[in-house]
């Protein structure tokens, strides 16, 4: 799955303590369940069969957790909630079964009812997130219903990951979208589509219910339309993908490459909260001082975001601006950004001393664009190209582009070409891109 994901280079993080983690995995419903299930088990071997999945152990182990009252049924229901919690159990390690599968017993280490400490009880809450990836969406199926002909096996994560790439929050309907690819995996795009829907309208899309665990769990929070990852799962999801993060100070703090950071790395929201405590802290003027400065030593994403950010500032911000066309890399955008504020054409009627350069616009746009994919995805490359050419002329900067002769703009192309959700754009921006090496391959064969 994270093969056809497309995380941040970078995750901002805030700064959580160990006992805040442990604090959020000893508060996860099913953990607790899974602990007293384990105790149930004690530490003598329970036969699997006669002892657990019996009709004579089960109304025990389900009056023990809690899930039925003394002299209720059992119901198929609560059959499928204790192995639910069995699973859980299992992946913490807080029950062990023989080499034969014939005996469980409470691990050791739980013998006496122990407590555990803030590291063991995070370890426990990262192994058991196991069962929510592997068995998660499975539990979430109508009781009765067949899978068929998909498989909701082990792809717990896929939803999980996703919030992930969408800067930590996204809607129900993405996550429904992850988890239609991992049932449908394997299958063409018009079988994928058509399986899904025929399956979902005989027993209903599992997204809801998955989310309802997973909160549970405590690895999502749920407010309305909005799933967002926790910081406990953030944490832990990070360390199992092995991303790169970046632990922010509060905001007022900031640097200001970490700002640019929670740009490509928050949802717009988030990123907005960021952005007002950092300016609360300091003048108009010294922040977009500080974060072109900042700009000029990043690559052509961090450049173009930073940039970004300092554009939206409001407030006398000029003299900013003119000190920053003394710094090579941010010299087209301070000149376009003094000539825009002063109503001038900067191509055409420019501020004397403002006249941009031929390349500028082709060399920003071309950064923009590649930003966009970094900070919107496919959506932010359509923007990026939006802002930089009208309607029906996309070929002609695609053209300026492979013209231009410069990496940033042959990465630009390659970008639009590949993820521009116009057809249409997309296959101007790969036959500019095949001029532009074709033009570099005959000039090295020459």
């Known amino acids: 799955m994270s093969g056809r994901l497309t995380f941040p280079a970078t995750i901002p993080v805030r700064n959580v303590t160990e006992a805040e983690l442990a604090a959020a995995a000893r508060a996860s419903l099913p953990l607790q369940a899974a602990r007293r299930l384990a105790d149930w088990f004690g530490d003598g071997p329970v036969d699997a069969q006669s002892g657990w999945r019996s009709p004579c152990?089960?109304?025990?182990?389900a009056?023990?957790?809690?899930?039925?009252?003394?002299?209720?049924?059992?119901?198929?229901?609560?059959?499928?909630?204790?192995?639910?919690?069995?699973?859980?159990?299992?992946h913490a390690g807080y029950v062990h079964m023989s080499g034969d599968y014939e005996l469980i017993h409470r691990a050791a280490e739980l013998s006496g009812g122990a407590e555990r400490t803030d590291t063991q009880i995070i370890a426990d809450w990262c192994r058991a997130l196991d069962a929510l990836f592997a068995h998660g969406v499975e539990h979430a199926l109508p009781l009765g219903a067949d899978p068929a002909p998909l498989d909701f096996d082990g792809i717990g994560n896929f939803p999980i990951f996703k919030l992930l790439e969408q800067h930590g929050t996204a809607t129900?309907?993405?996550?429904?979208?992850?988890?239609?690819?991992?049932?449908?995996?394997?299958?063409?795009?018009?079988?994928?589509?058509?399986?899904?829907?025929?399956?979902?309208?005989?027993?209903?899309?599992?997204?809801?219910?998955?989310?309802?665990?997973?909160?549970?769990?405590?690895?999502?929070?749920?407010?309305?339309?909005?799933?967002?990852?926790?910081?406990?799962?953030?944490?832990?999801?990070?360390?199992?993908?092995?991303?790169?993060?970046?632990?922010?100070?509060?905001?007022?703090?900031?640097?200001?490459?970490?700002?640019?950071?929670?740009?490509?790395?928050m949802s717009g929201e988030a990123f907005e909260r960021e952005l007002r405590a950092w300016l609360a802290a300091r003048g108009p003027a010294g922040a977009v001082s500080a974060l072109l400065e900042a700009?000029?030593?990043?690559?052509?994403?961090?450049?173009?975001?930073?940039?970004?950010?300092?554009?939206?500032?409001?407030?006398?911000?000029?003299?900013?601006?003119?000190?920053?066309?003394?710094?090579?890399?941010?010299?087209?955008?301070?000149?376009?950004?003094l000539n825009r504020r002063a109503g001038r054409d900067a191509q055409h009627d420019p501020l004397p001393g403002l006249k941009p350069l031929d390349c500028d616009a082709v060399v920003?746009?071309?950064?923009?664009i590649v930003a966009g994919y970094a900070t919107g995805g496919c959506d932010g490359v359509a923007a990026a190209v939006r802002r930089a050419a009208a309607p029906g002329l996309e070929a002609v900067l695609f053209e300026q582009m492979w013209r231009s002769r410069h990496a940033i703009a042959n990465q630009a192309l390659l970008t639009a070409g590949k993820l521009h959700p116009d057809k249409k754009i997309a296959k101007a921006a790969r036959a500019a891109l095949v001029k532009a090496n074709s033009v570099r391959n005959s000039a090295r064969s020459g």
């Open 57 to 61: 152990a089960q109304p025990d182990a």
């Open 63 to 90: 009056l023990t957790l809690g899930l039925v009252a003394d002299g209720d049924a059992v119901t198929d229901e609560t059959t499928s909630l204790l192995q639910w919690i069995y699973e859980i159990a299992y």
């Open 172 to 265: 129900a309907d993405i996550l429904s979208a992850a988890i239609a690819e991992g049932a449908t995996d394997g299958m063409t795009p018009s079988s994928a589509r058509r399986q899904w829907t025929s399956w979902t309208a005989r027993h209903g899309d599992p997204t809801a219910a998955f989310l309802q665990l997973a909160a549970e769990f405590g690895v999502v929070t749920v407010d309305g339309p909005a799933v967002s990852i926790t910081p406990l799962g953030t944490w832990a999801v990070t360390r199992e993908l092995g991303a790169k993060t970046e632990a922010l100070p509060e905001s007022a703090e900031l640097m200001p490459r970490q700002l640019i950071i929670c740009r490509l790395g």
């Open 295 to 337: 700009a000029v030593d990043e690559d052509d994403v961090y450049l173009a975001t930073g940039v970004q950010i300092a554009a939206d500032i409001e407030g006398d911000t000029d003299a900013a601006w003119r000190s920053a066309t003394s710094l090579p890399a941010i010299r087209p955008y301070a000149v376009a950004e």
């Open 364 to 368: 920003m746009a071309s950064r923009d």
